[in-house]
């Protein structure tokens, strides 16, 4: 099993630009998320989903969309980067979360930058 | 919403010397979730804590989950250099997120 894999690891954008961080997982779990991670705030959900068709907003959904046609990928899209989106980004993904949570698994992350 | 607070936020230790950090929830939690990040890596789950009062051990670290399910420490005897890295713990909010502390950052003088 690959687990959580995340394309690219690292990207920079101008301010403006738009891009797909792509996060997939091979371990048929139902539940996926994605978390940005910046120094003293620890990790922050944006955007979670508890099955294909299913995906809601976290904490910071702002400047920020997902999809799940596929029980296997979860991409985030950045409609128009804004310097403030400089940050680290994890996908993880589990048999469930809140009151049901189960083990995340993180993929390596994205390291991305907005000049 | 509900928010997990961790304490310190950053910790220096000599290598030999215990670590703890602590996590608050200012509502009651079904579980509490334990997780290491390496410097440059990404987080990795240690354990889940589920009962009022637990208590798990992994080698030299101690999980604990209070009696009122608001709080939970993690405690690692005899900190060696491969404990470095961010520990971050993380509980339920509603019936589908997951949100995490802050973390606590822990350094190690060899």
């Known amino acids: 099993n690959a687990g959580v894999t995340q394309t690219p690891k690292f990207q920079v954008l101008k301010t403006g630009q738009s891009m797909t961080l792509q996060c997939a997982q091979d371990?048929?779990?139902?539940?996926m998320s994605w978390y940005r991670q910046d120094p003293g705030m620890g990790l922050r959900l944006i955007h979670y989903?508890?099955?294909?068709?299913?995906?809601d907003q976290g904490e910071v959904p702002n400047g920020y969309n997902v999809s799940r046609s596929t029980t296997e990928d979860f991409p985030l899209r950045l409609l128009s980067a804004a310097p403030s989106q400089t940050s680290v980004y994890f996908c993880?993904?589990?048999?469930?979360?809140?009151?049901?949570?189960?083990?995340?698994?993180f993929g390596p992350g994205t390291r991305l930058t907005v000049t | 919403g509900q928010q997990v607070m961790q304490i310190p936020q950053y910790q220096h230790v000599q290598e030999g010397e215990d670590f703890t950090t602590y996590c608050n929830s200012s509502?009651?939690?079904?579980?509490i979730q334990w997780y290491k990040q390496r410097p440059g890596g990404h987080p990795v789950f240690l354990i889940q804590?589920?009962?009022?009062?637990e208590v798990k051990k992994q080698k030299r670290l101690t999980f604990q989950f209070g009696e009122a399910k608001k709080n939970s420490s993690l405690h690692i005897t005899a900190t060696q250099t491969t404990d470095v890295g961010t520990y971050f713990c993380?509980?339920?909010?509603?019936?589908?997120?997951?949100?995490f502390g802050q973390g606590t950052r822990l350094t190690i003088n060899p």
């Open positions: 509502t009651t939690l079904s579980n």
């Open positions: 993380a509980g339920p909010q509603g019936a589908q997120k997951l949100v």
């Open positions: 804590l589920v009962k009022s009062g």
């Open positions: 989903s508890v099955g294909a068709g299913i995906t």
């Open positions: 993880a993904s589990s048999y469930g979360a809140g009151t049901g949570a189960s083990k995340q698994y």
């Open positions: 371990m048929n779990h139902e539940y």
